[in-house]
């Protein structure tokens, strides 16, 4: 979210009621178990497809998303998506439970990933 960006990106919590009232025809479950990108003409990306998609959208990595882009960058790129997906499933949030990272970033399945800055508790934080 924070990298330059070329084309904006909109970042929406998968299976999010957000999520759901922008995008009525995706399935909810799907995007749930892979990454999925929709762009501004209604075209779906999953999987290695949108991870390139959204690297092609960064300034920083548009390169390298051509380089991605062709089939054999695409076999990579899949083997890529396929060992982070290995990890996530590993360590993914348990359906129904909060799930805090030590970072300071917090997952709840009604509405998504949050960053609490370190020592601002629950409330809501005031920068000086």
Known sequence: M???????LD???????????RF??????STLSEITVV???GQVYRGAAAWVVTLWALRDHR?????????????????????AAKWRGATAPQP???YRRDDGW????RD????????????????P
């Open 2 to 8: 924070k990298r330059p960006q070329l084309v904006p």
């Open 11 to 21: 970042f929406v919590p998968a299976g999010s009621p957000a999520a759901r009232g």
């Open 24 to 29: 009525p025809g995706l399935d909810p479950g």
């Open 39 to 41: 762009g501004d003409g």
């Open 63 to 83: 390169r390298l998303a051509h380089r991605l882009s062709t089939p054999s960058g695409m076999r990579f790129a899949k083997g890529a998506v396929l060992a």
């Open 96 to 98: 129904g439970r909060v």
């Open 106 to 109: 917090t997952y709840d399945p």
């Open 112 to 127: 998504g990933w949050h960053h609490t800055p370190p020592g601002c508790g629950s409330d809501a934080c005031v920068a």
